[in-house]
């Protein structure tokens, strides 16, 4: 990965996911999470877009120990949900 972004400079280490289509690298989670555990790596960090807004990916990262750099499962799920993440900003007094 030829990139100069601050993440990958303080990351002991990245893997890059295969090449081709989205479902079969970036918006795909069991690839993802099949690379994480091969690799032994602590923690995930999915980027922008395609898996990283899929509450499946923190949640079945933290069914095998590794954590998630990313809101929690169950956090996608509302924010996913328009009028669930109303009543969540609502609650939390967001001003809207």
């Known amino acids: ?8 400079r303080l990351a002991d280490s990245f893997v890059e996911v295969p090449g081709g289509s ?9 690839v993802i999470v099949d690379i994480a555990v091969r690799e032994g790596v602590d923690a995930v960090w999915p980027g922008w877009g395609h898996a990283s807004e899929n509450p499946k990916l ?8 590794i954590k ?26 967001v001003p809207s």
Do not use: C, S
């Open 1 to 8: 990965l030829n990139a100069n972004a601050e993440f990958i």
């Open 22 to 30: 989205n479902k079969n690298n970036y918006a795909n989670v069991d």
């Open 68 to 93: 998630f750099i990313g809101p929690p499962g169950p956090i996608m799920y509302v924010l996913g949900d328009k009028i669930a993440a109303n009543i969540l900003a609502q609650t939390a007094k």
């Open 58 to 65: 923190p949640n079945t990262l933290k069914a095998k120990g």
